[in-house]
């Protein structure tokens, strides 16, 4: 097992892994925007997208967004975002494993607080979250979409 940043040459095995993510999502644009986007991804000292492998195979990742922050005496707050891993690796610790790895590389670069949210209504999943760390009670989160 290896956990680590993920590289500019991971970007087909990421968007392999988010097939796991979500049932339905929608399309990708052409290859040339989506390499865009994340080699600005990659440039940028705020995003980091980590990665557990298993036998050379990506098989969990998350987004960790750090953002830069005027209050709590200019230390820096994160974002996780997702969190996926691979069907036929769930439930072996891999998901809980790499928002340790991420929550440890936050608390690295002094962020005061990381937030997480998740759209899943599941008991299963808020006891997941919460057993890496995360209080699910401590924040009301809301969320707003463009019509």
Request: with cysteine; net charge negative.
């Amino acid at each position: 097992m290896e956990m680590r940043e993920l590289n500019i040459s991971e970007l087909d095995d990421l968007l392999d892994l988010y097939s796991h993510l979500h049932d339905a999502d929608d399309p990708l644009p052409e290859r040339v925007a989506v390499e865009a986007v994340w080699r600005e991804i990659q440039e940028s000292p705020h995003f980091r997208y980590f990665g557990l492998f298993v036998n050379g195979q990506l098989v969990s990742s998350c987004t960790l967004s750090i953002m830069p922050n005027l209050t709590r005496g200019c230390r820096p707050y994160g974002v996780i975002e997702n969190v996926v891993t691979h069907t036929d690796y769930r439930h072996q610790g891999h998901g809980s494993a790499v928002l340790r790895y991420a929550l440890d590389y936050a608390w690295s670069k002094d962020c005061y607080k990381v937030m997480l949210l998740t759209g899943r209504k599941s008991e299963a999943v808020y006891r997941f979250y919460e057993a890496v760390g995360f209080d699910g009670q401590a924040k009301q989160a809301f969320l707003a979409k463009p019509e």
